[in-house]
Structures are given as structure tokens and as C-alpha cells.
């Protein structure tokens, strides 16, 4: 068979090295009675050219966004991603391995790891970063529980309503069986105004957890919710977009504590959903308590210079029930992509990218409010991302309208905010052309009416 | 042969205005960008990165990646991993653009080739496993232990029981307590018996009507089928627990017991080991996780269901615990699993059992003159070997034999777990390696167990670097490069 090597004569030789008459005597320590008697009910194998055509006409029944023009985000984003990330990434010597249990023979993947975590501290301007976690949401909730055991206050975190719906979510579920209350500060106007925040902070709460730029692409006050958390002794979580600090100001500029991200936009496909990198970075003093894996610089015995997973006594084989988390891997593969996105970009192509997202975005914003139906949802500034309201409040109809039309126009909201039912998020990335924004407001100012959309 | 210079650290390699990327010219019509946001929202300097050109980077990163052991260079016997071949077609299949570039908001229709492949998975799983509901959400092994407990304790709360605590046996991964600590209930081991087994004694002893869940590895850590399965889950079911298989060792059983079938209620699958997903250098994985009936409402949504015709994502589950994580999972990792069980059907995973026990018990029955196997002298797919003996007779440790093993060009065994056997070696060839490959390990390990043990001591002496001195990363952590000054 296919990946087998041993052919039917080997496996008898080794049955009788072993002693035994045949390869089904080695599972009589199964009990007879929970022995599977038939063969499992699944498809007959296939060959590498049937299984090919197969999955090939799979995937013809999907839509990829470079078939179509994607104007979709919401945490999952359309960035160019260059040759040269899928060709050090295919190499069998990086994704074929392990996690780097023997340090002499690891030295590839553990300073990759160590020069993703400088590369991290750089860009966040923390301190420490660790060697990633699975994704967004679970790196936000990771780094919520972090803050629990940092400051000892397991009764209350504060969450901004304009976290990513999902992270929220996400972190709601870990919650849900300790005894911390989730308290969510509504953001109607597309941000938080510190006030409300202040009103519901005290000297129980854990942290508060900000995204900036938020969910809808505004911008947060950052630094002023910081402070509110910091005088009641609360810590600061910000969830950032590592595409927005090309321009914006580093998380820990603006004065978070523990700075997350979904890091897929450097350089990993969107690939429906996962996997993609959890970014997990924070001051110098929570080091210990960080969950995940850390790569740390050291010397051999020869005083060479080399690298070894370190900190160990905090995580789950050693410590157990006891450890800061239960995660046992990092995402090696995409912390790599990233890193080698970041180096390929540099601080001009990333700086580039988010000046070019900005700018396109923008003028995307603009043409869309040309449009009869289409208005802005919130007026504050944004990033790469706005909310636009619908006028006729026909959104699925619209969106799906696009859709047929070749645009992938936007998410709609009203799955997470019942109140934005008639509203949708539209992103622009460095991708889409002037062409592409003209053709999505055309499309979207041309379909203008509810009953015509219905019967298209 | 190694190449010092393109080694440097990236940020060493950096020279001011060198380029790696260049972006397209604006071809919108531009605003100033402070009439677009707050001054105040912008950095005063651009990003502190490194600033290299694209060949500096390939070679950089190519001549890193040659410092790696790897499956497709490696035999990488690592206990518990189960490293075994990672296909190629997988790669190029799961690469399709039709699989690698769709959003995950993108409408229904427009991805229902996915979404198929998506349910037709968790078909499968649900017939290797013998659990009928699927959650494919989970991003990792120890995710889905996560999400598992996450499930159980919704179930007993729906149902008005208070059940705080776990029993997971003394030799299981230290994910099973830890997940269970983060799922909010308290752990307490059981026993093993010298035998490898679980205590029956001490499972009855510590059974009690606060124990809401079972957690068992089985085939356990020490590569032993637990023969006392039936007992020891209805012993649990008989006070109203649940019992969760740890699903890390199935390759040894694939197609010839199912998990459902000997009672458990839920397990994880890891895709990147049983259904060979790439380990990537320590990830991604994935850890779908499969459930009794009427532990269903309770899932992560979404799931993908069929309906007149057409896939879809149900979010209608008003009992789910939520998500546990953004999206709908690490499906790249799932393409490569769907196309593992495809290419196999069930005739050749029944044969990747098969071979993964032969090797194991081919190898065991080889080594066990010099590295004795306390439990016994017949295992599943992987076995764990002490190496006591050695170490009162000449001095030599586990740690030294693994050491030792990389100068000949294999990867070391996963030792010193599982605890409950001294100075343990953990070893799962898996089923993708031929015999020659196992002759030429074990003549390898009765060569060094001849060495002088000074040898051993200093081992590895032919990798670029010899042991690192780990006590001094841990007293003084150095977790990044700092620029001068």
C-alpha cells in the first residue's frame, strides 16, 4: 500500500523474528469483544491521480477569493503573500519536523522561533513575546486568563464591545466554568467612550480587553482606557492588527500590558478559517506566568551561542494541572511565515502596505457613500475596515446580489449585533485596485431595490 | 559545512534601505493621511524591522531549515508524536486554490465544495471513532481535551449535577490535568500498577459522585491496550461520570476497535499524527473532537450539516458552549486528514495499525537485551524501554543514549515520559518505515550501549552545536535580540 514499505515476505520474517505466527496476534491484547468484526464504513481507498481528480473538483466548487474580488475581513484578511513565504515554508525540513525537543538537532526551527519572538517584541514594542499560540480568539482568551492569575482577581474582565465578536465568544467559553464575570461595555458608536468603561472598572477587575483598531476598523482611545484600567490596578489587553503598526502607534506605546493578535495576515493563506497564529506578547514581568512555548538564547558546551525551549517549568509537562496552560505545541509553521513576511516587507513594505490598505479603503468609503442607499454607520476614523448601513435594509440580499456578480462585498453584522442588522463591514486590503472599488460601487449602487434584488 | 554568515541573526544581516518587497504605486487618488486619522494615532518612527533583500532572506532561512532533523530527512522514533511520512500530494491538494483562499465569512454557496469535504470528514471521524457528533473546531490535541471537558461540564450543569473533579491516570500527558484545571475541575491521578495498567483498586477508591469525567489514553502512554477497558468505564458510567479518550495513540487501533465501541463518550483525534498532518516545526494541528448523542447539543458551533441539497453552518445550537476559538477551525490541517483517510480507505488504514504495531513490536524485540521493557515484551505502536540497567552498570542514562543516537544521524526517542518508568525511552517508529531503517536503529543502539560512557556524556559530537546549558536560559532569560544601546 502506499505509504507502507515492508512487503508481505518482511512482515513475515519480523513476525517470526518477534515470535509470533502472524501480525494479528500482536492485537490479542484487544479483548475479543470490543474487536471492530467488520471493516469500517468509509469510501474505498483511492490512488494519487483519483484522489487528485477527486478533490480537485472539490475544490472547483468553491469560490477562491482570487476568482472572485474580496472585499471581506473581520479578522481574516486578503494580504499579498510573497513567493518566497510558501517556498521557505514548503521546505521538509521546517514542516516536517517537530517541536524541538533536542536542541542539537532543532538549532533551524528554534532560532526562527527566537528571531519571530524578537521580531514581535520589535513590532509591538514589548517585551517578551512567546513562540505563538493557536489563533486570535484563543490567544485573546489565553491572554485574559493570564491577567487572572497575574493580578490575583478572578471575579471580573471587562470587555469592550468592539472585540471581535468571535474573541469575545471565545473568551466568554473559557470562562464559562470559573468563576469570573464577563462584563461587555457597548460600543453603539463604533467605539468606546472611556467614561463607560470607567463605570464599570474597579479595583476587582482582572483587565480590560480592547481591540484597536476595533472590530468595525475605527480607531479606540487606546491610552486613555489604559490609564482607567492601571488606576484601579486592572491590566491592559490589546488586540491590534499587525498590518496597522506599519503606521499606527505599538501597542505597548499606547500603554497595554499584554498586546494579542491574529497574526494571519503575515503571510498565511486565509484558508477558510485555520490554521492561522496566535500572537502573544507582554511586559517583561508577566514572563512566567505567559502561556505557551518560549525559546531562549544560551551556550552550548563549547560557549557556542545556540537556543532551547526555556521557562519550561511553567507549562503543562512538567507542571501538570498546575501549568499556566494546557497548549503543548505553538503554530511553528505560521510564527515562520510571519517571519519571514515581516523580513521580506521590512519597515517601508510594511509601512507601504498599510499606507496603500489605508488610502484604499478610504477611497472605497468614499464611493460607497455616493451611492443613494449606502451610508456610513459610525463617523470616527478607521483603518482598513468600515461599517456601511444600508438604507433599504435589504443586507443579505445585497450582499448576495454582489456576490453573483462576482464581489465578495462584505460580512454582514447582524449575526453578532442584532442592532447592525441593516449594516455590513467592508475591507479593503493593498490588493484591490482602483478597477476592483469602482466595480464594487457600481455593483452596489446598481442594485438598488429590494424587490429586484429577490427575484434576480 | 554550516554558512555563518547567512546564520547571523536576521537583524545582524539587516543593512539600512535594502528592500524585500516592493508594493504598487497608489492608484487611488490619495489623501493626506492625517486628514484620514488623529495625528496622534500614528507612530512617530516606521516599524523597527530588519531590512533585507529576498535572497538574503532564502538563503537565511534555507540554511536554517538544514540545522533541522525532519521526517523527510530523519528517522524520528519520538515516542507519542508518531512521526510518521507526511505525503506530498497532501501538500499540493490542501494548496489548491480552491481550498487556500476562501474567507471564512464567504457565503455559503460559494464555498460548498468545502463545506462538503468538511462534512464528509466529520462522517468519518464519527465511523473511526464510534461517536456519532463531530465538533471540527478544535485548533490541537490538547484544544480539543479542552473543549471535550468544556462539553461535559455544560452537560452536568444542563442536568443540575455538581461534578468538580477529573481522574486522569499518573502516566498520561500532562495536557489531560492541564486542560482539566482550565476547564475549572480538579484533578486526581490514579495509580498505574508496575504492570503499566490502571489500578483498579485505586480508580474504585477515588470514584465518587463528584468525578464528572474519566480521562484515559488508550492504548495508554507505555503502548499497552488497557484489557480492563469494559471494567474500568463502567465503573465510571456507574456513578454517573463520563469517560474521555485521549485519542494521541489511535494509530494504533485504526479499524480494529473503535473508542465508541468500548465506551468511551467523547475523545479528540490528533489529524497530525494518526491522519499524518505535517507537524510544522511544533504546529499546527488540530483536535476534532467526536461525542455520544446526547452530549451533541453541546458542541462549539458551528458544525456543517446537509439539507436539501445544500451544506451549510448551523449555529442554531442554543445548549453549544459557544466557540472555542475564531472560525471554523484549522481546516487546512482537516484537507490533509480527508485526503489521508481517502487515499487509504478502510482496508489501508486497518494495515496502518497493523504495520505501526509490527514496527513497534520489531524494534522492541530487537533492543530488549539491552534496554529492557518493564511491561512486557509485547506492545501496540510504540513501547517504553528503561534504561536503568545501563545507567547502574556503566553510567549511561537515557539522556545520553538519545544524545548520543543524533551523531548517527537519528532522531532521539521522547525520554524521561511517561515519569512512571525510571530513566524511560519512548519509542514509536510508526508504520512508514522499513525494516532496513529499524535493523540499522537498533545495531545503532547496541553500538552505543558498547561505547565508553565519556563518550556518551559529551554526546552529540558531530551536530553543530553540542548540549546547550539550559539552567542558564531559564535563571536568565534571553527571549529576544535588543538592538545596540
Redesign the interface.
Given at each position: 500500500?502506499?505509504?507502507?514499505?515492508?512487503t508481505p515476505q518482511?512482515?513475515k520474517?519480523?513476525?517470526d523474528?518477534?515470535?509470533?505466527q502472524d501480525?494479528?496476534e500482536?492485537?490479542s491484547?484487544?479483548?475479543a469483544?470490543?474487536?471492530?468484526a467488520e471493516?469500517?464504513?468509509?469510501?474505498?481507498?483511492?490512488g494519487?491521480l483519483e484522489?487528485?481528480q477527486?478533490?480537485?473538483?472539490?475544490?472547483?466548487?468553491?469560490?477562491?477569493?482570487?476568482?472572485?474580488i474580496?472585499f471581506?475581513g473581520?479578522?481574516?484578511y486578503?494580504h499579498f503573500i510573497?513567493a518566497?513565504v510558501d517556498?521557505?515554508a514548503?521546505?521538509?525540513?521546517?514542516?516536517?519536523?517537530?517541536?524541538?525537543?533536542?536542541?542539537?538537532?532543532?538549532?533551524?526551527?528554534l532560532?526562527?522561533?527566537?528571531?519571530y519572538?524578537?521580531?514581535i517584541?520589535?513590532?509591538t514594542g514589548m517585551?517578551?513575546?512567546n513562540?505563538?499560540l493557536?489563533?486570535?480568539?484563543?490567544a485573546v482568551a489565553e491572554a485574559v486568563?493570564m491577567c487572572l492569575s497575574a493580578t490575583r482577581r478572578y471575579s471580573k474582565v471587562v470587555a469592550v464591545g468592539s472585540v471581535?465578536p468571535?474573541?469575545r465568544?471565545?473568551t466568554?467559553?473559557?470562562l464559562?466554568?470559573?468563576e469570573t464575570e464577563l462584563v461587555t461595555v457597548p460600543t453603539p458608536e463604533g467605539t468606546v467612550a472611556p467614561e463607560q468603561v470607567a463605570a464599570v472598572v474597579d479595583d476587582t477587575t482582572a483587565c480590560v480587553l480592547i481591540q484597536h483598531p476595533n472590530f468595525f476598523g475605527c480607531?479606540e482611545e487606546v491610552e486613555a482606557i489604559a490609564q482607567i484600567a492601571h488606576d484601579q490596578g486592572a491590566l491592559l489587553v490589546q488586540s491590534f492588527d499587525p498590518i496597522s503598526?506599519?503606521?499606527?502607534?505599538?501597542p505597548a506605546?499606547l500603554g497595554a500590558d499584554v498586546a494579542v493578535a491574529?497574526g494571519q495576515s503575515l503571510g498565511t493563506?486565509?484558508?477558510?478559517?485555520?490554521?492561522?497564529l496566535g500572537i502573544l506578547a507582554c511586559r517583561e514581568k508577566f514572563?512566567r506566568r505567559m502561556p505557551g512555548?518560549?525559546?531562549?538564547?544560551?551556550?552550548?558546551?563549547?560557549g557556542?551561542c545556540?537556543?532551547?525551549l526555556?521557562?519550561?517549568?511553567r507549562?503543562?509537562?512538567?507542571?501538570?494541572?498546575?501549568?499556566t496552560?494546557?497548549?503543548?505545541?505553538?503554530?511553528?509553521?505560521?510564527a515562520?511565515r510571519a517571519?519571514?513576511y515581516?523580513?521580506?516587507?521590512?519597515?517601508?513594505?510594511?509601512?507601504?502596505?498599510a499606507?496603500?490598505s489605508?488610502?484604499?479603503a478610504?477611497?472605497a468609503a468614499d464611493c460607497l457613500w455616493n451611492t443613494s442607499r449606502l451610508g456610513s454607520a459610525f463617523a470616527r476614523?478607521f483603518?482598513k475596515e468600515f461599517v456601511v448601513r444600508d438604507g433599504n435594509g435589504q443586507v443579505q440580499q445585497l450582499?448576495?446580489a454582489a456576490?453573483r456578480q462576482g464581489i465578495?462585498a462584505g460580512?454582514s453584522l447582524g449575526?453578532w449585533f442584532p442592532e447592525l442588522s441593516d449594516c455590513f463591514l467592508v475591507t479593503v486590503t493593498?490588493k484591490r485596485?482602483?478597477s476592483e472599488?469602482d466595480q464594487l460601487a457600481t455593483c452596489l449602487g446598481s442594485v438598488n431595490t429590494p424587490s429586484e434584488i429577490l427575484h434576480a | 559545512m554550516r554558512n555563518r554568515l547567512a546564520?547571523k541573526?536576521?537583524?545582524e544581516l539587516s543593512q539600512p534601505d535594502?528592500?524585500?518587497?516592493?508594493?504598487?504605486a497608489?492608484?487611488?487618488?490619495?489623501?493626506n493621511?492625517e486628514d484620514?486619522?488623529?495625528t496622534?494615532?500614528?507612530?512617530t518612527s516606521?516599524?523597527?524591522?530588519?531590512?533585507?533583500s529576498?535572497p538574503d532572506?532564502?538563503r537565511?532561512?534555507?540554511n536554517?531549515?538544514?540545522?533541522?532533523?525532519?521526517?523527510?530527512?530523519?528517522f524520528?522514533p519520538?515516542g507519542s508524536?508518531t512521526?510518521?511520512?507526511?505525503?506530498k500530494?497532501n501538500?499540493?491538494?490542501?494548496a489548491?486554490?480552491?481550498?487556500?483562499?476562501?474567507?471564512?465569512?464567504?457565503?455559503e454557496?460559494?464555498?460548498?465544495?468545502?463545506l462538503?469535504?468538511l462534512h464528509e470528514l466529520q462522517q468519518?471521524l464519527a465511523?473511526?471513532s464510534g461517536l456519532p457528533a463531530v465538533s471540527l473546531q478544535p485548533?490541537?490535541?490538547?484544544?480539543g481535551?479542552?473543549t471535550a471537558l468544556?462539553v461535559a461540564?455544560?452537560y452536568f450543569r444542563d442536568n443540575n449535577q455538581r461534578r468538580t473533579k477529573v481522574l486522569a491516570p499518573d502516566s498520561a500527558?500532562?495536557?489531560n490535568?492541564?486542560?482539566?484545571?482550565?476547564?475549572?475541575?480538579?484533578?486526581i491521578a490514579i495509580k498505574s500498577l508496575p504492570s503499566g495498567y490502571v489500578d483498579m483498586r485505586d480508580l474504585h477508591n477515588k470514584l465518587d459522585d463528584q468525578v464528572g469525567v474519566l480521562m484515559i489514553t488508550n492504548p495508554n502512554t507505555l503502548g499497552?491496550?488497557e484489557?480492563e477497558?469494559?471494567q474500568i468505564v463502567n465503573a465510571v458510567h456507574e456513578r454517573g461520570g463520563l469517560v474521555y479518550l485521549d485519542g494521541a495513540n489511535m494509530n494504533a487501533?485504526l479499524?480494529?476497535?473503535?473508542p465508541g465501541?468500548?465506551g468511551a463518550d467523547m475523545m479528540h483525534f490528533n489529524p497530525h499524527k494518526t491522519f499524518?498532518g505535517?507537524?510544522?516545526?511544533?504546529?499546527?494541528?488540530?483536535g476534532p473532537i467526536c461525542v455520544v448523542d446526547f452530549l451533541q447539543p453541546y458542541l462549539?458551533v458551528p458544525n456543517v450539516v446537509h439539507d436539501q441539497d445544500l451544506y451549510r453552518l448551523d449555529?442554531d445550537r442554543p445548549k453549544s458552549?459557544?466557540?472555542?476559538?475564531?472560525?471554523?477551525?484549522?481546516?487546512?490541517?482537516l484537507?490533509r486528514a480527508?485526503?489521508y483517510?481517502?487515499?487509504?480507505?478502510?482496508?489501508?488504514?486497518?494495515?496502518?495499525a497493523?504495520?505501526a504495531?509490527?514496527?513497534a513490536?520489531?524494534v522492541l524485540?530487537?533492543v530488549r537485551h539491552i534496554l529492557p521493557v518493564p511491561q512486557g515484551n509485547?506492545c501496540?505502536h510504540e513501547f517504553v524501554a528503561t534504561a536503568s540497567q545501563l545507567k547502574n552498570d556503566k553510567g549511561i542514562s537515557a539522556m545520553d543514549i538519545?544524545?548520543r543516537l543524533?551523531d548517527f544521524g537519528f532522531?532521539?526517542p521522547?525520554v524521561y515520559?511517561p515519569t512512571t518508568v525510571a530513566e524511560s525511552m519512548m519509542i514509536e517508529p510508526t508504520?512508514?518505515?522499513?525494516?532496513?531503517t529499524l535493523d540499522a536503529f537498533a545495531e545503532t543502539l547496541f553500538r552505543i550501549t558498547d561505547e565508553p560512557s565519556e563518550l556518551l556524556h559529551?554526546a552529540?559530537h558531530s551536530?553543530?552545536?553540542?548540549?546547550?546549558?539550559?539552567v542558564?536560559?531559564?535563571r536568565h532569560?534571553?527571549?529576544?535580540?535588543k538592538p545596540a544601546g
Amino acid at each position: 500500500m502506499t505509504y507502507f514499505f515492508n512487503t508481505p515476505q518482511q512482515q513475515k520474517e519480523m513476525c517470526d523474528a518477534i515470535g509470533i505466527q502472524d501480525v494479528d496476534e500482536l492485537f490479542s491484547q484487544i479483548p475479543a469483544e470490543i474487536r471492530l468484526a467488520e471493516d469500517l464504513q468509509l469510501p474505498a481507498a483511492m490512488g494519487e491521480l483519483e484522489l487528485t481528480q477527486h478533490m480537485t473538483n472539490l475544490a472547483a466548487r468553491n469560490y477562491a477569493a482570487g476568482q472572485k474580488i474580496c472585499f471581506l475581513g473581520a479578522g481574516s484578511y486578503d494580504h499579498f503573500i510573497p513567493a518566497a513565504v510558501d517556498a521557505i515554508a514548503s521546505r521538509g525540513e521546517f514542516y516536517t519536523s517537530y517541536t524541538p525537543y533536542q536542541p542539537e538537532v532543532s538549532q533551524g526551527n528554534l532560532q526562527a522561533t527566537f528571531e519571530y519572538q524578537s521580531l514581535i517584541c520589535q513590532l509591538t514594542g514589548m517585551e517578551v513575546s512567546n513562540a505563538s499560540l493557536y489563533d486570535g480568539g484563543s490567544a485573546v482568551a489565553e491572554a485574559v486568563l493570564m491577567c487572572l492569575s497575574a493580578t490575583r482577581r478572578y471575579s471580573k474582565v471587562v470587555a469592550v464591545g468592539s472585540v471581535h465578536p468571535e474573541y469575545r465568544q471565545t473568551t466568554a467559553t473559557y470562562l464559562q466554568n470559573l468563576e469570573t464575570e464577563l462584563v461587555t461595555v457597548p460600543t453603539p458608536e463604533g467605539t468606546v467612550a472611556p467614561e463607560q468603561v470607567a463605570a464599570v472598572v474597579d479595583d476587582t477587575t482582572a483587565c480590560v480587553l480592547i481591540q484597536h483598531p476595533n472590530f468595525f476598523g475605527c480607531l479606540e482611545e487606546v491610552e486613555a482606557i489604559a490609564q482607567i484600567a492601571h488606576d484601579q490596578g486592572a491590566l491592559l489587553v490589546q488586540s491590534f492588527d499587525p498590518i496597522s503598526l506599519g503606521l499606527l502607534k505599538r501597542p505597548a506605546d499606547l500603554g497595554a500590558d499584554v498586546a494579542v493578535a491574529e497574526g494571519q495576515s503575515l503571510g498565511t493563506p486565509m484558508q477558510f478559517g485555520g490554521p492561522y497564529l496566535g500572537i502573544l506578547a507582554c511586559r517583561e514581568k508577566f514572563v512566567r506566568r505567559m502561556p505557551g512555548r518560549i525559546v531562549g538564547q544560551t551556550e552550548d558546551r563549547r560557549g557556542r551561542c545556540c537556543w532551547v525551549l526555556t521557562l519550561q517549568t511553567r507549562e503543562q509537562h512538567i507542571r501538570r494541572e498546575k501549568a499556566t496552560s494546557n497548549i503543548c505545541t505553538n503554530q511553528g509553521l505560521f510564527a515562520l511565515r510571519a517571519s519571514v513576511y515581516l523580513a521580506l516587507m521590512g519597515p517601508k513594505g510594511l509601512s507601504d502596505t498599510a499606507t496603500l490598505s489605508m488610502q484604499k479603503a478610504h477611497y472605497a468609503a468614499d464611493c460607497l457613500w455616493n451611492t443613494s442607499r449606502l451610508g456610513s454607520a459610525f463617523a470616527r476614523p478607521f483603518f482598513k475596515e468600515f461599517v456601511v448601513r444600508d438604507g433599504n435594509g435589504q443586507v443579505q440580499q445585497l450582499l448576495n446580489a454582489a456576490s453573483r456578480q462576482g464581489i465578495l462585498a462584505g460580512v454582514s453584522l447582524g449575526k453578532w449585533f442584532p442592532e447592525l442588522s441593516d449594516c455590513f463591514l467592508v475591507t479593503v486590503t493593498e490588493k484591490r485596485t482602483k478597477s476592483e472599488i469602482d466595480q464594487l460601487a457600481t455593483c452596489l449602487g446598481s442594485v438598488n431595490t429590494p424587490s429586484e434584488i429577490l427575484h434576480a | 559545512m554550516r554558512n555563518r554568515l547567512a546564520t547571523k541573526l536576521l537583524f545582524e544581516l539587516s543593512q539600512p534601505d535594502r528592500e524585500g518587497s516592493r508594493l504598487p504605486a497608489c492608484d487611488v487618488p490619495e489623501q493626506n493621511i492625517e486628514d484620514m486619522l488623529p495625528t496622534s494615532a500614528f507612530a512617530t518612527s516606521p516599524p523597527e524591522l530588519p531590512e533585507l533583500s529576498e535572497p538574503d532572506v532564502v538563503r537565511h532561512y534555507t540554511n536554517l531549515s538544514t540545522l533541522n532533523m525532519s521526517v523527510d530527512t530523519h528517522f524520528y522514533p519520538l515516542g507519542s508524536c508518531t512521526m510518521k511520512y507526511n505525503p506530498k500530494r497532501n501538500e499540493r491538494l490542501a494548496a489548491l486554490p480552491g481550498f487556500s483562499e476562501l474567507h471564512p465569512f464567504q457565503p455559503e454557496e460559494t464555498i460548498q465544495g468545502m463545506l462538503q469535504l468538511l462534512h464528509e470528514l466529520q462522517q468519518m471521524l464519527a465511523e473511526i471513532s464510534g461517536l456519532p457528533a463531530v465538533s471540527l473546531q478544535p485548533a490541537a490535541g490538547a484544544h480539543g481535551e479542552l473543549t471535550a471537558l468544556m462539553v461535559a461540564a455544560a452537560y452536568f450543569r444542563d442536568n443540575n449535577q455538581r461534578r468538580t473533579k477529573v481522574l486522569a491516570p499518573d502516566s498520561a500527558h500532562g495536557t489531560n490535568p492541564a486542560s482539566a484545571a482550565m476547564a475549572g475541575f480538579e484533578t486526581i491521578a490514579i495509580k498505574s500498577l508496575p504492570s503499566g495498567y490502571v489500578d483498579m483498586r485505586d480508580l474504585h477508591n477515588k470514584l465518587d459522585d463528584q468525578v464528572g469525567v474519566l480521562m484515559i489514553t488508550n492504548p495508554n502512554t507505555l503502548g499497552l491496550f488497557e484489557s480492563e477497558i469494559g471494567q474500568i468505564v463502567n465503573a465510571v458510567h456507574e456513578r454517573g461520570g463520563l469517560v474521555y479518550l485521549d485519542g494521541a495513540n489511535m494509530n494504533a487501533i485504526l479499524g480494529m476497535t473503535r473508542p465508541g465501541d468500548f465506551g468511551a463518550d467523547m475523545m479528540h483525534f490528533n489529524p497530525h499524527k494518526t491522519f499524518s498532518g505535517p507537524h510544522g516545526g511544533g504546529g499546527p494541528g488540530a483536535g476534532p473532537i467526536c461525542v455520544v448523542d446526547f452530549l451533541q447539543p453541546y458542541l462549539p458551533v458551528p458544525n456543517v450539516v446537509h439539507d436539501q441539497d445544500l451544506y451549510r453552518l448551523d449555529f442554531d445550537r442554543p445548549k453549544s458552549i459557544g466557540q472555542v476559538r475564531s472560525f471554523f477551525g484549522n481546516v487546512g490541517v482537516l484537507v490533509r486528514a480527508y485526503a489521508y483517510i481517502r487515499t487509504h480507505g478502510p482496508d489501508g488504514l486497518k494495515q496502518v495499525a497493523q504495520n505501526a504495531v509490527l514496527n513497534a513490536n520489531y524494534v522492541l524485540s530487537r533492543v530488549r537485551h539491552i534496554l529492557p521493557v518493564p511491561q512486557g515484551n509485547r506492545c501496540m505502536h510504540e513501547f517504553v524501554a528503561t534504561a536503568s540497567q545501563l545507567k547502574n552498570d556503566k553510567g549511561i542514562s537515557a539522556m545520553d543514549i538519545a544524545k548520543r543516537l543524533l551523531d548517527f544521524g537519528f532522531h532521539a526517542p521522547t525520554v524521561y515520559f511517561p515519569t512512571t518508568v525510571a530513566e524511560s525511552m519512548m519509542i514509536e517508529p510508526t508504520e512508514t518505515e522499513s525494516r532496513t531503517t529499524l535493523d540499522a536503529f537498533a545495531e545503532t543502539l547496541f553500538r552505543i550501549t558498547d561505547e565508553p560512557s565519556e563518550l556518551l556524556h559529551e554526546a552529540p559530537h558531530s551536530t553543530w552545536i553540542s548540549r546547550p546549558n539550559e539552567v542558564q536560559a531559564a535563571r536568565h532569560p534571553v527571549t529576544r535580540w535588543k538592538p545596540a544601546g
